[in-house]
Antibody
């Protein structure tokens, strides 16, 4: 059974940093692209970052480019999201997902950016 | 950016009724490799999104066959043939043909 378990969320002040982790199991991690997707409270879904199976290439929307960094450790089957210069609009539940076409989603981790 | 417009935003249905949700894209979602990267998701209240359909019309494992997807180019449809109580929630389409990957605004399915 595919499982994705996120951790590292919490309350952080604007301008500070936070690093999310996602431990994957139930599939061959290093065969798949991985993705972070977020959802602000009461809002829709927004793609945040993707990384190829080797970690050799990464992709971001303009809203987080230059502030967020996606990375992975295939030996540990773990995906990361380093978030710097956080803003109030980054407040959201962050989901770790196995990338499309067939997606699997974690339960999500809440990040609140507030002073 | 590709804009996905879902209609209707809210759908009222009775148990057993068949319903359809439309997802229209501002650009063709046909990739140069011949695939069309359009998926459908269901998010029940308080839960993470659950994949339903991938590549326009392929049913995810474990998803009941009352769900079906169709369409091409810029027009796509999710149909539920006989709504059941467990189908209530918000439905999203998502595209990953073009960067940035984008989502529709959602369609909330409620009981009439």
């Amino acid at each position: 059974e595919v499982q994705l378990v996120e951790s590292g969320g919490g309350l952080v002040q604007p301008g500070r940093s936070l690093k999310l982790s996602c431990v994957a199991s139930g599939f061959t991690f290093n065969n798949y692209w991985m993705t972070w997707i977020r959802q602000a409270p009461g809002k829709g879904l927004e793609w945040v970052a993707s990384i190829t199976n080797t970690g050799g290439s990464t992709y971001y929307p303009d809203s987080v480019k230059g502030r967020f960094t996606i990375s992975r450790d295939n030996a540990k089957s773990t995906l990361y999201l380093q978030m710097n210069s956080l803003r109030s609009e980054d407040t959201a539940t962050y989901y770790c997902t196995r990338a499309p076409p067939r997606t699997y989603w974690g339960q999500g981790v809440m990040v609140t950016v507030s002073s | 950016d590709v804009v996905l417009t879902q209609t209707p935003p809210t759908l009222l249905a009775t148990i057993g009724q068949s319903v359809s949700i439309s997802c229209r894209s501002s650009q063709s979602l046909l990739h140069s490799n011949g695939n069309t990267y359009l998926n459908w998701l269901l998010q029940r209240t308080g839960q993470s999104p659950q994949p339903l359909i991938y590549l326009v019309s392929k049913l995810e494992s474990g998803v009941p066959n009352r769900f079906s997807g169709s369409g091409s180019g810029t027009d796509f449809t999710l149909k539920i043939s006989g709504v059941e109580a467990e189908d209530l929630g918000v439905y999203y389409c998502m595209q990953f043909t073009h960067y940035p990957w984008t989502f529709g605004g959602g369609t909330k399915l409620e009981l009439k």
